[in-house]
């Protein structure tokens, strides 16, 4: 028994649950400064993004597969990378972090960004639970031709 409608929902509600959760970290690190120290210094938090790919990536394999009565397997996180974008600099002398020009580094996170990913990936994943429900239909409904 092939279950790929299963299976592909289910990989897409991981990678966008993963996705969720990495930007609820971005989001409630957007104001931290002392992320980590390099050579002494300490420096803000950076912004992470998940990477998802299709599980099987080359065509051909996916074509064969298909051909062969396999089911797809969907899409996997391959890693999660830090944004290389610069850090923002503000002026505040006043601040425990300012620099001898009164510059403090903050964090590469962008609020606007983060809520516009973060309901794309709501929206993701609400569409992929139809999907899979969709599935769950259909399947219940091939069981019940067999009565």
């Not at 002398?93 to 590469?108: K, L, W």
């Amino acid at each position: 028994m092939k279950l790929g409608g299963f299976d592909i929902s289910a990989s897409a509600l991981t990678a966008n649950r993963l996705r969720m959760d990495v930007i609820s970290s971005n989001i409630a690190n957007a104001e931290t400064t002392r992320a980590g120290s390099v050579d002494g210094q300490f420096v803000p938090y950076r912004r992470k993004m998940v990477v998802v790919e299709p599980s099987q990536t080359p065509f051909k394999d996916l074509l064969n597969a298909q051909l062969n009565g396999s089911s797809a397997q969907g899409v996997r996180v391959t890693k999660i990378q830090e944004d290389q974008t610069p850090f923002k600099q503000v002026y505040n002398p006043s601040h425990p972090d300012a620099d001898a020009s009164g510059m403090v580094y903050m964090p590469n996170v962008d609020i606007a960004k983060e809520m516009v990913d973060l309901i794309s990936a709501s929206r993701s994943y609400e569409a992929n639970v139809t999907a899979l429900n969709a599935s769950k239909a259909m399947f219940t409904k091939s069981l019940e031709i067999g009565r």
